[in-house]
């Protein structure tokens, strides 16, 4: 499977629920069962991204999501244009699950989840500390192979992009969030910033 077909598979992943969410509303029901929820947050974001996929067209796909806990325990949901969970994903240690549509589908860890939804290994683990302006720590055993950078130089604002150019296409993610209520982020990166 190229790269291209990977990374088409990531948007119709991303795609088709916000599509179907938009138009069920707030028919579903994403209660999960008891023994899968996720312990109390540890910090919560929202807000929304966008991933493009330097193809020829461009290709993005944008929606808002909301963020709980840490890589190792937590809650990400997927929001529609209108504000309803169409898609989440939580994980423990040693066990995640996706619940879109109804359907719970359940992984070894989160790497695995994120593994199957974009067939790549996308910086899930990494994420967290990039939210909290945070890029020089040491790298995640989930981005060892891969090409990912990040620019913080707005995490203070809420505003940080990732990308990497391989494997083929060129995939960015821009994310706009609200800043948990603990207190200011300040970038630790010592990176040039991107143009």
């Known amino acids: ?13 991303l795609s088709a ?27 919560f974001w929202q807000g929304r991204f966008v991933v493009v996929i330097d193809t020829e067209p461009k290709q993005s796909q944008r929606a808002s999501f909301e963020l709980q806990g840490s890589a190792q325990r937590g809650q990400l949901d997927i929001l529609s244009p ?16 996706l619940i879109k549509g109804g359907q719970y589908t359940d992984y070894a860890n989160l790497r695995a989840l994120s593994s199957e939804l974009g067939q790549t290994n996308l910086p899930v683990e990494a994420l967290f500390d990039w939210l909290e302006g945070r890029a020089d720590t040491a790298p995640s ?55």
């Open 141 to 195: 055993p989930a981005l060892a192979d891969s090409a990912w950078r990040v620019d913080l130089c707005q995490a203070a604002q809420g505003r940080l992009k990732a990308w990497r150019a391989q494997p083929a296409p060129a995939l960015s993610l821009t994310i706009v969030f609200t800043p948990p209520a603990k207190g200011a982020i300040v970038p630790t990166s010592t990176a040039r910033c991107a143009p």
């Open 82 to 97: 209108i504000g309803t969970t169409i898609a989440r994903a939580q994980w423990q240690p040693n066990k995640a699950s």
């Open 17 to 43: 629920p916000l599509l179907l969410g938009a138009w069920l509303g707030g028919c579903a029901n994403l209660s999960p069962p008891a023994d899968s929820a996720p312990a109390q947050p540890t910090t």
């Open 1 to 13: 499977m190229t790269g291209r077909q990977l990374c088409l598979r990531l948007i119709r992943a």
